[in-house]
């Protein structure tokens, strides 16, 4: 009899943990995942939600608006926190690896979108961090599914490592420029026309060559004005080199993936001319 009933038991506690295993898998493709319409309708009304928060803390900023509706926003952020705290917890619940996910980008995201208010309990104007919760609008690119750009992003990434020590020592150039023209401002200008130290002329320098012009300091002098021409004129070059490096090593890029055949789906490479489907993933070429 006490073999039946150990037995009974063990049978029940498999049923039961089996039950829990699959409850918990199907939240986390709920959840996390975006390829049924149920996942999608949950990440837009998420979405939804995160945008009335933003908005309410924005409009909560507005002193005449917090004074008029400031009780009912503060119910609002509360809602909105509780509905949060309830993901975040399904979240920790149903991932396989749950301190992978605490730890993961959204996870820390999803951390800090829900503890701004629980610190408004103890710490007066926390509130406001709630901001911070408009992050989490980057879970829109899981719904547009921007892998299907893989292979321009693959392009992007690997003309802008083409080009890092060209741009490095490009850099380099207009840091010794701006330090040199920013000292022979302040030699010549001097504090009258606000060039009242060597880091006031870097900054006029870096403002004037980048054609920003703020005009909050500006020469006077003769000599400095034929500067300023200098460097004004200067700049238009200065924004053109980097465009071009890049566009160089970008165009290169886009060659060599067509020569290599890479598919977009997987990045897999070296594909035959004649192949129309991808030999890792099976996608069209």
């Known amino acids: 009899m006490d073999y039946h009933r150990l037995l009974s038991k063990c049978v029940n506690f498999i049923h039961k943990y089996g039950l829990e295993i699959s409850i918990r898998k199907r939240t ?8 049924t319409l149920a996942a999608k309708g949950f990440d837009l009304a998420l979405i939804f939600v995160i945008l009335v928060s933003v908005v309410s803390v924005i409009l ?35 991932h396989p690896k749950p301190l992978k996910y605490i730890f993961s980008f959204y996870g820390v995201i999803d951390f800090l979108a829900i503890i701004p208010t629980y610190l408004d309990l103890i710490f007066t104007g926390a509130m406001s961090l709630a901001v911070i919760r ?15 750009y893989s292979r321009e992003g693959i392009i992007i990434v690997e003309a802008l490592k083409a080009s890092r020590v060209k741009i490095l020592v490009f850099l380099f150039a207009v840091v010794v420029t ?4 920013g000292t022979l401002m302040y030699l010549i200008e ?51 080199v980097p465009t071009g490096i890049v566009t160089f090593e970008i165009a290169s890029s886009i060659r060599a993936v067509r020569e290599k055949r890479v598919c977009g789906h997987c990045g897999h490479g070296s594909h035959d001319v004649d192949a129309k489907y991808c030999k890792s993933c099976g996608e069209k070429l």
């Open 28 to 35: 986390y493709h709920f959840i996390f995942d975006s390829d």
């Open 60 to 94: 909560e900023s507005i002193p005449a608006f917090n004074a008029r509706f400031g009780a009912p926003l503060h119910q609002t952020e509360w809602i909105i926190t509780i509905i949060f705290t309830l993901e975040y917890i399904a979240r920790i619940w149903s």
């Open 134 to 148: 408009g992050l989490r609008l980057l879970r829109i690119f899981r719904i547009l599914k921007i892998t299907r």
């Open 178 to 181: 701006v330090l040199v023209i």
């Open 190 to 240: 001097r504090e009258n026309s606000g060039f009242s130290s060597i880091p006031a002329g870097i900054y006029w320098a870096i403002v004037t060559l980048t054609t920003v012009g703020f005009g909050d300091v500006t020469p006077v002098t003769t000599f400095g004005k034929f500067i300023a021409s200098f460097v004004m004129i200067m700049g238009y070059g200065i924004i053109a």
